[in-house]
């Protein structure tokens, strides 16, 4: 049984016939792959894209999504081995992952970190409990990763620059109000690397450098593949000659759930909304964002409403690669 947790346990290859997959699916193709099937759903985190495609794609797929508030709509949850439940929570994983693999085929989990303890949250331990006591695939919604984000932004490449392998990717920090998770750069930074790309990551201090889980992955990634892997804190350095670039914004680690005194690194970023001025320095470059996302204080608005801008479309092929993604594991042997 497999499970789809993060692309780093699966070969270019293997995720390059996602793509193509889901390239079918955007053309039209049709399947049953999930016919007398279910797929459960499992939110312990806000959604709007991830909570619609899935529903819509598991249906299309001829099979039946069972959407679960995990905030409020389950029992809360323990996740930690050996844990005295004394506390809020009602059910173990241990228990709640083995029942709901007897009443579905496929489980979805979506849930953020909590912002207290890197060290232990860097290890994603909700979902890898899911997938410990599970008997059938668990597929990441989003976690300190988000992998499927990954593969609709990579076909969105695809289908707009052709081969990507060579091309400049550039992820940049963008501001926001507040510290927000990792797991878009992250992946964002996996995916380009892997796939051969020249991957960028331009940031207003070393503070807000990735996990070196992620750092270290996308420069092996980026050996194995031809490509490179730099981080920078030059501005128009970062943009000369890209390809495409991505924004984020993320919180520094070092300030992981006390963030009181990330604030003045935080003002150093203040300039890097995405403008006009920062894309004519790109080679005739695309821009994109995961969503949801601030207009005029990530991207302006010129940027987001110019042909340029890949987010809508990156946002529809989150329809398709999902689509592939519950078509391979459902038919897996599961």
């Not at 390239?23 to 709007?48: C, E, Y």
């Not at 400049?168 to 507040?178: C, E, I, S």
């Not at 470059?285 to 110019?306: E, F, Q, T, W, Y």
Request: a neutral charge.
């Amino acid at each position: 049984m497999r499970h789809f947790l993060t692309t780093e346990d699966w070969s270019r290859a293997e995720l390059q016939a996602l793509l193509d997959r889901a390239r079918a699916f955007k053309a039209g193709a049709k399947s049953d792959a999930l016919a007398g099937k279910s797929v459960a759903l499992v939110f312990f985190n806000p959604s709007l894209r991830t909570r619609t495609s899935f529903d819509v794609g598991a249906r299309q797929l001829g099979g039946h999504a069972v959407v679960l508030d995990a905030r409020g709509g389950t029992w809360p949850m323990e996740f930690a081995p050996g844990a005295v439940m004394d506390g809020d929570a009602e059910e173990h994983v241990a228990e709640a992952a083995r029942v709901l693999s007897r009443y579905v085929d496929l489980i979805a989990i979506r849930c953020f970190p909590k912002f207290q303890d890197w060290a232990a949250e860097r290890e994603d331990p909700l979902i890898m409990a899911f997938a410990k006591h599970a008997t059938v695939p668990i597929i990441n919604m989003e976690t300190i990763v988000h992998p499927c984000q990954e593969l609709a932004l990579m076909l969105a490449l695809q289908a707009k620059l052709g081969g990507v392998k060579g091309k400049t990717f550039l992820l940049t920090w963008v501001p926001h109000p507040r510290p927000l998770n990792t797991a878009v750069a992250n992946s964002a930074v996996l995916i380009a690397s892997k796939f051969g790309m020249n991957v960028r990551m331009l940031i207003p201090d070393e503070v807000y450098k990735l996990d070196p889980r992620y750092m270290d992955a996308a420069t092996r990634f980026a050996a194995e593949e031809g490509g490179s892997f730099t981080v920078t804190t030059d501005v128009q350095a970062a943009y000369s000659g890209a390809h495409a670039v991505y924004a984020k914004s993320w919180g520094a680690l070092p300030f992981y759930g006390q963030w009181e005194g990330e604030a003045p690194l935080r003002a150093k970023g203040a300039g890097f909304m995405i403008d006009e001025a920062k894309m004519a320095l790109t080679d005739n470059g695309v821009v994109s964002h995961c969503l949801p996302m601030r207009r005029n204080v990530k991207i302006a608005d010129a940027v987001v409403d110019s042909p340029a801008f890949l987010g809508i479309e990156e946002a529809e092929n989150r329809l398709h690669v999902q689509k592939a993604i519950m078509e391979t594991l459902a038919s897996s042997g599961a």
